[in-house]
């Protein structure tokens, strides 16, 4: 019986119902339910209704229950946090969240008190209800460019002890191949590594990935840190494995604990494996970069717009604990915080260094940042090679609400 037949049935018995005795009640119940196969307390409750409140369009209708939309009302909440999600690269809710008293001071156009207090106490999951509407799905795809080492491999433990994650200095490093779909010939890779105490991350970019070039990019990250390096991990691949790192970090001063992951488990660097998604492809994409110009490029904006916008401005949560509860594996989380925070809060971090970022941090735009990357992003991928295949879309910066993408760094 169709939804409509059992409406026009029960206007037609309604008023009989309502009009007879208690035992013609009980008959009409009996058969009313037995033909809409409805629960017998249910039939009862649509039986004794008026016919207005039954119709969902009708102006009568009560009004919802609980406290009234206030963010509905104001379009320039929605739009601040539609331009914040965009300019944070479409980040969660909780980190948009902390991302809004850090990046409200910053925003170019007025708004009214009111908004400005209703940006303060949203919460997040207003923001996921406000920005529902514009949100939109990718897939991850990409090349595995590991190759083994040399037989240094005796000469670098296996990190089996878990490091202190509370101390700045203890890194994972991996790279991140700018090939499209095809190995062959050279093009450019990134350095990427990350701090997994503070979630500070920084990037060098590199043609190919040969010893030289990567133990460059190494030493120059080190200079920029604004923390000493006490640990560094990385995979089996030969491009970390070799000589030069070895005597880098062993024979110096205050020797590097220098270590390895086992081969075939991309889990025990997975710090770094995340970043290498969050801060390299969603930005970046998977287009081939084979013209040597781009490594000039991508080092211009690593080490300016790029590390300043990710390290200052964009926060992050950092896993707790796990906990077990059946068969489920619920993960607790920590606020979100910016590495800057992180480091800001570190007691390992001298108190010179901790001066310098604050004054560093009062002259820096998160707004402007953003779109300066952003130009810079469009010049980079006009000398990229478009991939071949259709199912390896390449990141678009003119993308609209509600298409596939890989970012929205640009407005």
């Not at 009302?73 to 850090?102: G, M, Q, Y």
């Not at 717009?305 to 906990?323: A, D, G, I, T, Y």
């Amino acid at each position: 019986m169709s939804t409509r037949a059992k409406r026009e049935y029960l206007a037609a018995i309604r008023e009989r119902y309502q009009h007879a005795s208690k035992k013609e009640k009980q008959m009409i119940l009996d058969e009313f339910c037995w033909v809409c196969r409805y629960h017998r307390k249910y039939a009862i409750r649509l039986l004794r209704q008026q016919p207005q409140q039954e119709d969902k369009g009708s102006s009568s209708k009560k009004p919802r229950a609980g406290r009234p939309r206030q963010y509905d009302t104001d379009p320039h909440v929605v739009e601040f946090l539609l331009r914040l999600w965009k300019a944070t690269n479409l980040a969660c809710s909780k980190r948009l969240k902390i991302c809004i008293p850090v990046w409200l001071p910053h925003y170019d156009r007025p708004l009214s008190g009111c908004t400005i207090d209703l940006l303060n106490r949203i919460s997040p999951s207003t923001i996921d209800r406000l920005l529902r509407p514009v949100r939109s799905k990718y897939s991850k795809c990409g090349l595995a460019t590991t190759k083994p080492g040399s037989l240094l491999k005796q000469h670098i433990p296996i990190r089996t002890n878990q490091w202190d994650e509370h101390t700045p200095g203890f890194l994972e490093a991996d790279t991140v191949a700018h090939c499209g779909t095809s190995l062959s010939g050279m093009c450019v890779y990134t350095v990427n590594l990350t701090d997994i105490a503070t979630g500070w991350t920084e990037q060098r970019a590199t043609w190919g990935k040969g010893e030289r070039g990567v133990f460059g990019a190494i030493e120059s990250i080190e200079h920029s840190l604004p923390f000493r390096v006490r640990g560094f991990d990385c995979d089996n691949g030969g491009e970390f494995l070799n000589w030069s790192m070895l005597k880098y970090f062993v024979h110096r001063k205050r020797p590097v604990q220098y270590t390895r992951s086992r081969e075939y488990a991309k889990n025990d660097n997975a710090h770094v494996e995340g970043k290498n998604w969050t801060h390299v492809r969603q930005y970046l994409g998977y287009q081939r970069f084979e013209d040597q110009r781009i490594v000039t490029l991508m080092n211009d904006l690593y080490t300016t717009q790029w590390r300043l916008l990710l390290n200052f401005f964009l926060p992050s949560v950092k896993l707790q604990q796990k906990e077990r509860v059946g068969s489920k594996t619920i993960k607790h989380h920590d606020q979100p915080r910016t590495p800057l925070d992180r480091v800001l809060a570190s007691p390992h971090v001298a108190p010179r260094t901790k001066r310098h970022l604050r004054d560093q941090l009062a002259t820096l735009n998160p707004f402007e940042l953003q779109q300066q990357a952003a130009t810079k992003i469009k010049r980079i991928l006009h000398y990229a090679t478009p991939l071949a295949i259709s199912n390896h879309p390449a990141p678009r910066t003119d993308a609209s609400p509600g298409t596939n993408h890989y970012s929205y760094i640009s407005l």
